[in-house]
């Protein structure tokens, strides 16, 4: 787990940046136990009431969810740790940005974000994975058409580097498998639920080619036959600590 690898733990009170329906949020909640706080910001007024609600329903009391750019919000105290994942993606200027969030950071804090790294896929094609090569190049285009960064997941170095952080730990993260029972034919599947709206809003494809019901075993039949494991997307972590 990238968090306590970065050194997040018990007691710390954390800055989260990107929380939408707060699943990162309620991880760091029970790393960093009650006697911790997690402050998660997130400028979709709308999505926060999902993770307020959330954290109602399972009882969480030590993470405040507040609206608003945690670029420019104003805090009353410094946090020992800021944290995000999928966020600097998709800001125009990350190392601007990058640079105004560490404001939020004591002495000696933990910067620890995640991003996920678009630009290798076109290694994996294969003339034998013909299914898998279009939905990568699917997965590329709507990025491409978001205006997000796809390279942001290697870039975090040098993101780190330019705003004068210590050069960062860095990780490359991906699960890959070929197994016939192997759980991440459905979890491709999800992720395409999750992205058909803006493959059809962009043009890209078509909800009948995409084929959601039938995707998940198209894609193990592909994998059986060529036997060549496939991999999920793939992320990179990065984390680092300002000087004290």
Request: net charge negative; with cysteine.
């Amino acid at each position: 787990m990238f968090c306590e690898r970065a050194g997040i733990e018990t007691g710390m009170r954390v800055l989260e940046i990107g929380s939408g329906a707060g699943d990162v949020a309620f991880m760091l909640a029970e790393l960093v136990g009650t006697s911790g706080q997690i402050v998660g910001v997130d400028i979709n007024p709308a999505i926060l009431e999902t993770a307020r609600q959330r954290a109602s329903d399972t009882g969480i009391k030590n993470v405040e969810f507040v609206a608003g750019d945690a670029r420019t919000l104003v805090f009353e105290d410094k946090f020992d740790a800021l944290v995000g994942r999928f966020v600097l993606m998709y800001m125009a200027a990350p190392v601007d940005a990058l640079q105004k969030l560490v404001t939020h950071l004591k002495p000696g804090g933990i910067i620890a974000f995640q991003e996920p790294e678009y630009t290798l896929y076109p290694a994996y094609a294969h003339p034998d994975t013909p299914l898998m090569n279009r939905l990568y190049q699917w997965i590329l285009d709507v990025f491409k058409h978001s205006g997000a960064h796809l390279n942001m997941g290697i870039g975090l170095y040098p993101t780190f580097v330019k705003v004068g952080l210590p050069p960062p730990e860095i990780h490359l993260h991906s699960p890959i498998g070929a197994a016939k029972g192997w759980t991440g034919y459905r979890y491709m599947v999800t992720i395409f639920q999750s992205l058909l709206p803006l493959i059809e809003k962009y043009g890209i494809a078509t909800a009948e080619q995409v084929g959601i019901g039938t995707l998940g075993e198209r894609i193990r039949e592909e994998v059986l036959s060529s036997k060549r494991p496939f991999f999920l997307p793939l992320h990179v972590t990065a984390h680092s600590r300002l000087t004290a």
